[in-house]
């Protein structure tokens, strides 16, 4: 599905996310900085207000990408917070840099899919 972004900034703004999202998914894959978590949790949210409830073909072609990121983010949320301690363990950090490479997989279909790439 090739997208016009002609004067659609709401679009544009929802691929700028994606773009972040990629982003500090990558980063957070390459440094392990936990840290970024936050600023991965507001361009979700971000995206998901963006997305939710549209009828555009151009969000509704991507829901089970875009639900693929929501739901391995909170997977991520809830192996954090369910960590005992201040450091993750070793079953945590295997759980989390599988959600996170998830979430990777998930903003480069559905970029391909619109077809940026």
């Not at 990629?22 to 207000?49: Q, W």
């Not at 991520?76 to 301690?85: D, L, R």
């Amino acid at each position: 599905m090739a997208t016009d972004l002609v004067g659609n900034t709401k679009l544009q703004r929802f691929i700028e996310l994606l773009a972040e999202l990629n982003h500090e998914t990558a980063e957070v894959l390459k440094s392990g900085r936990t840290v970024m978590f936050e600023r991965m949790n507001k361009t979700i949210e971000e995206m998901y207000s963006i997305q939710q409830n549209s009828t555009e073909d151009a969000y509704t072609a991507i829901e089970e990408d875009a639900q693929a990121i929501y739901k391995n983010f909170d997977a991520i949320a809830m192996m954090m917070n369910s960590n005992e301690g201040n450091v993750a363990d070793f079953a945590t950090n295997v759980a989390v840099k599988k959600f996170l490479h998830n979430i990777f997989d998930a903003t480069v279909r559905i970029v391909t899919a619109y077809g940026l790439v």
